[in-house]
């Protein structure tokens, strides 16, 4: 079968023929009906290197975005049935931690000793014709489009966590959201953000077509420039905003983020660029929390697909052969998608 291979660091990955993969005790093999391309895996193949250590060392196949249908159970694997389509559930944790207990194997307290973090994190992923699975791990779709499906798995899980997190700041009427950065994440969490609060959405980004897309679910869109915040703190009343949520993660949407949250207001940083910002008490507005979030739980997942199945979620999706694969990574790369690519293996 054709798979995407992350084989060195530092370096793009390729497109190569391996053999299908067969379900271990307690796995399902899953015919990939789609399969999301994220920042995360640009990351992985041209910043990461050594010192990550041995859990995203190559070489393996990229995908931790995956949806499919049951093709074959693995021994003492029961309740599927070929055909059913079904989300994947990316990380694994160690299965016996108080963190794992509740379904958030991202916090898993053993995560240093396991083998891998997650499905196309360590472990092969679906960017390829079938993967397997933990049958813990899958979430089911329905009748629902598992294609376009594909990049709940963390594009709508992530902001999903960070948003039911922060939703005793924006419950009661007269709250403001602000979204800064309108890629795949930012996208859904302007949606998510409409669906689960009342409050008046503010979303940033420097692209235009992006904040079109924005306006479209709901937000009020302000562009990045010299009187951003003010412009920002203007749609507050001048009072700043309840809760922001930072999808880039860099030291100036950060920096941003800062200057126009409000007193006891949150703000959450998502994006992993893993930039340093600057914090002290006479220009941090009383009691306003910094904090960060990483992925989600599984039963979030659950929660995420019953948002999808009822039509109140819809990721923005451009789809990819699988023989157009690494150009769905070139084209993420070069900044021209506002959505997601999903990977198609079985157009």
Known sequence: MKAVRFTQWKTFPTLEEVERPTPAPGEVLLKIAGAGACHSDVAIFEQFDESMGEQLAPSYTLGHENSGWVEEVGEGVTGFEKGEAYLVYGPIGCGRCPACSRGQDTYCYNAETQPYLATGLGRDGG?????????????????????????????????????????????????TALVIGLGGLGQLGVQLLRVLTGATVIATDMKPEAMAEAEKAGAVTVPGGDDQVERIR??????????????????????????????????????????????????????????????????????????????????????????????????????????????????
């Not at 899958?138 to 997190?165: E, M």
């Not at 009343?237 to 006891?264: H, W």
């Not at 660029?273 to 600057?278: E, H, N």
């Open 127 to 175: 960017m390829a014709e079938y993967m397997t699975v933990p049958a813990r791990n899958l979430v089911p779709l329905g009748d629902a489009d598992p294609v376009d499906a594909a990049p709940l798995a963390d594009a709508a899980l992530t902001p999903y966590h960070a948003i039911k997190l922060s939703l005793p700041k924006l419950a009661g009427g007269g709250k």
């Open 234 to 347: 203007e749609l507050t009343g001048g009072q700043g905003v309840d809760a922001v949520f930072d999808f880039v993660g860099v030291t100036q949407t950060i920096g941003l983020a800062q200057k126009v949250v409000r007193r006891q207001g949150r703000i959450t940083v998502i994006g992993v660029a893993g930039s340093p910002t600057q914090w002290d008490f006479y220009s941090n507005p009383y009691e306003a929390e910094l904090t960060n979030t990483y992925w989600g739980t599984i039963e979030e997942l659950h929660e995420v697909a019953a948002l999808y199945r009822a039509g109140q979620i819809t990721p923005s999706v451009t789809r990819y052969s699988m023989d157009d694969a690494l150009q769905a990574y070139h084209d993420l790369h070069d900044g021209k998608l506002s959505g997601r690519a999903v990977v198609v293996p079985h157009a």
